[in-house]
């Protein structure tokens, strides 16, 4: 994985580069949502010399929503679960899905009515909230440092107990433990 923070190339965002296979992935995220992706994921695979298929990039959400309402489970970008900062959201989709899978399979077993599994998980989601907040704040924060103090924030944050504390941090909002939990009754 690459990342390029590069104003001349996006304003308030980032590009990247992942290798996927047998290709070269890549795209430009954007924070703002007026600045749109696709010219500046044509330059980034201009510069990297690979065709720009399919346009990979996006604008980030820019807040947690219920996630649950009149009755409905949402997961995922339904409910603004793609982490600000970073937008990364599979792996939080994954983390809430398994987390309404398993207030629903309560359900299904008698152990809790509809209405309870729905204050739970919803109760669970906005429990995420501070975490999120966090990372709103610095999705906004970081783009607007100019570039030398941004330049000297990476270099600090780029040093080992740092880093390793912010991505802990990063980690811990939607652990991969967390799917290990709860294991499926064994059928006889």
């Not at 795209?27 to 992706?37: A, C, I, L």
Request: hydrophobic fraction near 40%; aromatic fraction near 10%.
């Amino acid at each position: 994985l690459d990342v390029w923070i590069d104003r001349s190339l996006i304003r308030h965002g980032y590009a990247w580069s992942v290798p996927a296979g047998g290709e070269q992935r890549v795209g430009v995220g954007s924070y703002e949502p007026r600045d749109h992706v696709k010219e500046p994921t044509r330059v980034i695979a201009g510069r990297l010399g690979v065709d720009p298929v399919r346009y990979q990039g996006n604008w980030f959400p820019h807040a947690l929503r219920p996630a649950v309402e009149e009755g409905v489970f949402f997961a995922g970008d339904s409910a603004g679960h793609c982490l600000p900062l970073s937008g990364e959201g599979i792996r939080t989709a994954f983390y809430f899905g398994i987390a309404c899978g398993r207030e629903l399979r309560r359900v299904l077993g008698g152990e809790a009515t509809r209405e309870e599994a729905l204050a739970a998980y919803g109760g669970f989601s906005a429990s995420h909230a501070p975490a999120f907040r966090t990372a709103l704040m610095l999705q906004r924060l970081i783009p607007a440092l100019p570039p030398r103090v941004l330049t000297a924030l990476l270099a600090v944050v780029g040093r080992e107990r740092p880093c390793r504390s912010a991505f802990n941090w990063y980690l811990e909002q939607a652990h991969p433990r967390f799917a290990e939990r709860a294991p499926l009754p064994v059928a006889v």
